[in-house]
Each structure stands twice: as C-alpha cells, then as structure tokens.
T-cell receptor, first 112, second 116 residues
C-alpha cells in the first residue's frame, strides 16, 4: 500500500462489537504481510502476520484475511475493547528480507 | 519475545547541533536493522537499512551525510542526526528482525526529536 498519507482514516466502533480494518497493498510481488498496532507515542507492536500461501490466519481475538486477487488485506478484531484503540498499520514485504513498506494506517476508536 | 530497545525516548536540541539515537536488540542478534521516520498522523517512512559491518543503504531522498548510521555490532545500530534543523523534528523508530528472513520485524518505542 501507499506509505504516505496526510490524514488517517478513522473507524469508530462500540465496545463489544467486531472491528474490520482494511488495507490495499500495491506490490503484487509481496508475499509476507503483517498487521501492527501503534499506540500514541510508541513504536508499532506486532499483532499478526500471514504469508501469501494462505488466505486466512487466526490469532487470539484477531483474524487476518488476504485476498491476493484484489491485493487486499483485512484485520478483524472480535469483541473490541477500549484497549484496542490505536492506529493500525498493515505492512508488506517480499521474501521477508526486504524492508517493510507500511500502509497509511487506520485509527480505531472504541466507544465505551 | 524479541525486544528492541531505543534510547533516548525523547530529546530536545537546538538547531545546528547533532543528536545520536541508539537502537539495541536485547535478546537476539540483528545483522540488519531498519530506521523509520514518522510525522504526526502519517505512516512510517523507511529512511535506511543498517547492515552490521557495512555501509547503510539509504532510501531515495534521505541524505546520508545528514543521517549517519553506524551498525558496529550485531546488537547495536545508531542514527545520528547531524546539524539538526526544526524540519528534522519527527518520531524516529528503529526495527530489527529476530531470526531468519520471514520473521516479523520488532520495533523500538521510538525517539521523539524536537529541534528548536
């Protein structure tokens, strides 16, 4: 996805609802994708990753879906909690050894 | 899990001075570290790739003489912002990969640089 954005899209959800954060990536050669969570004033925190030979991967309360046909990645958070409020970035790389390229990011705001 | 430590967490300096930021991998060896820069409400932009024992690789538009990178050991990379100007004020974040290619990058907690 594009690595520069002037404004972060914002997603507001009610506590307890499920959240879906989307990301479009641009490099069809990318084969490894990661979702990061970034809280204010901190570095990105790894959430979940997926390789291009998979289309779905589940973690604890999170699921990542990969659609290579349309170059789309999504992060689903189940039963969203106030602590999930942060900016979420998708990142892509090729063969794992090249630098990560970050998407624009989405700010998730959880309404208690 | 893999831990990356960055120091200092914030620094304020005057225009024209130089600032050094350290990035350490605490429980693993990192032959490659990456330096990113992040402006408010924007994504992370890769500045350079730091390779242990060799010269860093800079991204297009990043001045190598202004942002000096040294990766002298497998656990430490430093970024020095030379002759800092107010426009260099930003959030600088380092990262390292714990393990072989395909492992996720782990990030430090960033350094907030303010140049007055």
């Amino acid at each position: 996805g594009e690595s520069v954005g002037l404004h972060l899209p914002t997603l507001s959800v009610q506590e307890g609802d499920n959240s879906i954060i989307n990301c479009a990536y641009s490099n069809s050669a990318s084969d490894y994708f990661i979702w990061y969570k970034q809280e204010s004033g901190k570095g990105p925190q790894f959430i979940i990753d997926i390789r291009s030979n998979m289309d779905k991967r589940q973690g604890q309360r999170v699921t990542v879906l990969l659609n290579k046909t349309v170059k789309h990645l999504s992060l689903q958070i189940a039963a969203t909690q106030p602590g999930d409020s942060a900016v979420y970035f998708c990142a892509e790389t090729h063969s794992g050894n090249t630098p990560l390229v970050f998407g624009k990011g989405t700010r998730l705001s959880v309404i208690a | 899990g893999a831990v990356v430590s960055q120091h200092p967490s914030w620094v304020i300096c005057k225009s024209g001075t130089s600032v050094k930021i350290e990035c350490r991998s605490l429980d693993f060896q990192a032959t490659t570290m990456f330096w990113y820069r992040q402006f408010p409400k924007q994504s992370l932009m890769l500045m350079a790739t730091s390779n242990e024992g060799s010269k860093a690789t800079y991204e297009q538009g990043v001045e190598k003489d202004k942002f000096l990178i040294n990766h002298a050991s497998l656990t430490l990379s430093t970024l020095t912002v030379t002759s800092a100007h107010p426009e260099d004020s930003s959030f600088y974040i380092c990262s390292a990969r714990g393990g072989t290619g395909g492992s996720p990058l782990h990030f430090g907690n960033g350094t907030r640089l303010t140049v007055t």
